[in-house]
């Protein structure tokens, strides 16, 4: 969707949320496999299909779903 923009809050190892705000679709994809690469030093694939789910389903990574909710703006 153009002009939709998601905020990301990111659970790093040590319990903190991190905040990210007002990004795009591909920079939140970009954000997201970056963040779990620099914190948990994993390569995850990461599409917008996966980020829908994670907005609307419970059919997603449990992974991912416990460290990284996203939400619509």
């Known amino acids: ?19 990210y705000e007002n990004l795009s ?3 939140m994809i ?3 496999k970056n ?5 948990y030093n994993i390569d995850i694939k990461v ?3 996966i980020i ?3 907005i609307y389903r ?3 990574n449990p992974f ?5 909710k996203i939400h619509k703006c």
Do not use: A, R
């Open 52 to 54: 829908y789910n994670l």
């Open 30 to 32: 970009g954000q997201v």
């Open 58 to 60: 419970d059919n997603v």
């Open 1 to 19: 969707m153009k002009g939709v923009k998601y905020t990301i809050d990111f659970k790093n190892p040590n319990g903190e949320i991190e905040n």
């Open 35 to 39: 963040l779990i690469k620099e914190n």
């Open 64 to 68: 991912l779903k416990q460290i990284c």
């Open 47 to 49: 599409s917008k299909h």
């Open 25 to 27: 679709m591909n920079e």
